[in-house]
């Protein structure tokens, strides 16, 4: 089952709504129940949101928990400090995940796949983080 979080602003193609599989929440991350995840079998979250440090945290906070072992909590777009946005997102997705490894050492950056292009060659900069316990 696919569930993606999103705001109502957002537009998505209609056939999402039409498919078994796929559930569509337009409340945004923070309104998003996890206990629809409790018996969801494997867990792997993709997050793509607004970039800035602050959401980039709360979500690591919100979901990872429920990523399961040898899954993956997939941070996107921590180029935006390589790119001299840093600024723009009070340290962005970089920073978040930076700090949330800090106290969470369940994850590790995998660098296989952050480096599979070359070293950190991805808009996910450092943002493939596998759960290890």
């Given amino acids: 089952m696919i569930h993606t979080v999103d705001l109502p602003a957002n ?8 498919h078994p599989r796929i559930r569509v929440f337009k409340t945004g ?18 997050e793509d949101g607004s970039h800035q440090y602050r959401d980039s945290l709360a979500c690591l906070e919100k979901f990872a928990p429920f990523v399961t072992k040898d899954a993956y909590y997939i941070v996107e777009d921590g180029i935006v400090n390589e790119l001299g946005m840093g600024k723009e997102f009070n340290g962005g997705p970089a920073k978040a995940i930076h700090e949330y490894l800090q106290q969470h050492p369940e994850f590790i950056i995998d660098r296989r796949y952050c480096d599979f292009f070359g070293k950190n060659a991805t808009f996910n900069t450092n943002g493939y983080l596998k759960k290890i316990s």
């Fill in 11 to 18: 537009h998505e193609d209609q056939l999402l709504h039409q």
């Fill in 29 to 46: 991350f923070e309104q998003y129940d996890t206990g629809l995840l409790q018996n969801a079998g494997t867990v792997l979250v993709i």
